[in-house]
T-cell receptor
Framework: GDSVTQMEGPVTLSEEAFLTINCTYT??????LFWYVQYPGEGLQLLLK?????DKGSNKGFEATYRKETTSFHLEKGSVQVSDSAVYFC???????????FGTGTRLQVTL | DTAVSQTPKYLVTQMGNDKSIKCEQN?????MYWYKQDSKKFLKIMFSYNNKELIINETVPNRFSPKSPDKAHLNLHINSLELGDSAVYFC???????????????FGPGTRLTVL
């Protein structure tokens, strides 16, 4: 079945540091890939997505590139802020199914 | 205006009780979902309805019964609550069930269920 593997957290960074959260996946066919963010006490928000190989999703300074050859969709940001502290989830949808398969989430803590 | 709303936000109850969680979306979407987030933040789909018809039913105990009175509402009823049911339950909606990643899922704020 489909699965998503994310790096273990928590990740603790100083403000303005570079962020990478690794995500790899296993799926049949060509899945669509997503990053969702969950701020403390809130629901999930879509951060960015990519629907085909070599697509780059970007939003709010975050980027992720769909790499079919390495089955990866790593999340990056050049300079994190305290307000980026949240839990980040990598997810996929494959085939015609509409259910999201999530990774385990990575907690990011950004300090001053 | 809240796009996907859930009630209640918090629910504390005793083992063995029956409880319901309600979800409403005002986005005009055709498809709604229930996800469960456990204490380790792991998220897993439970059910999905499209135009009031059940289309996804993962391996969930039959104590959990979703009900969709219309396409804007998807409620979750849980019978004989157990300690392991304690979790945050998220409702979500999307335009349609297919087209994969072209249908963004919008999530509600979650309902934190605590079973004592």
């Amino acid at each position: 079945g489909d699965s998503v593997t994310q790096m273990e957290g928590p990740v603790t960074l100083s403000e303005e540091a570079f962020l990478t959260i690794n995500c790899t996946y296993t799926a049949t066919g060509y899945p669509s890939l997503f990053w969702y963010v969950q701020y403390p006490g809130e629901g999930l928000q879509l951060l960015l997505k990519a629907t085909k190989a070599d697509d780059k999703g970007s939003n709010k300074g975050f980027e992720a590139t769909y790499r079919k050859e390495t089955t990866s969709f790593h999340l990056e940001k050049g300079s994190v802020q305290v307000s980026d502290s949240a839990v980040y989830f990598c997810a996929l949808i494959s085939g015609t199914a509409s259910k999201l398969t999530f990774g385990t989430g990575t907690r990011l803590q950004v300090t001053l | 205006d809240t796009a996907v709303s859930q009630t209640p936000k918090y629910l504390v109850t005793q083992m063995g009780n029956d409880k319901s969680i309600k979800c409403e979306q005002n986005l005009g979407h055709d498809t709604m979902y229930w996800y469960k987030q456990d204490s380790k933040k792991f998220l897993k789909i439970m059910f999905s309805y499209n135009n009031k018809e059940l289309i996804i039913n993962e391996t969930v105990p039959n104590r959990f019964s979703p009900k969709s009175p219309d396409k804007a509402h998807l409620n979750l009823h849980i019978n004989s609550l157990e300690l392991g049911d304690s979790a945050v339950y998220f409702c979500a909606s999307s335009q349609g069930p297919t087209s994969g990643g072209n249908n963004e899922q919008f999530f509600g704020p979650g309902t934190r269920l605590t079973v004592l």
